[in-house]
């Protein structure tokens, strides 16, 4: 599995909860948000993830 497919459901999860937060914002709006307050993955923590995804 790569990263990509196992974060979209996470992805999915966080944008309904803002919707249910949120109901006026947009999905522009609510993807702006979870695009803005996303941080980038360790590479030490990418690495071990692909490892454990590849066994």
């Keep these: 599995m790569s990263g990509t497919s196992m974060a979209t459901p996470h992805v999915a999860g966080a944008a309904a909860i803002v919707k249910q937060r949120r109901p006026d914002w947009s999905a522009q709006r609510i993807k702006a948000a979870l695009v803005s307050s996303a941080q980038a993955a360790s590479p030490v ?5 692909a490892a454990a995804a590849s066994t």
């Design 45 to 49: 923590t990418s690495a071990r993830s």
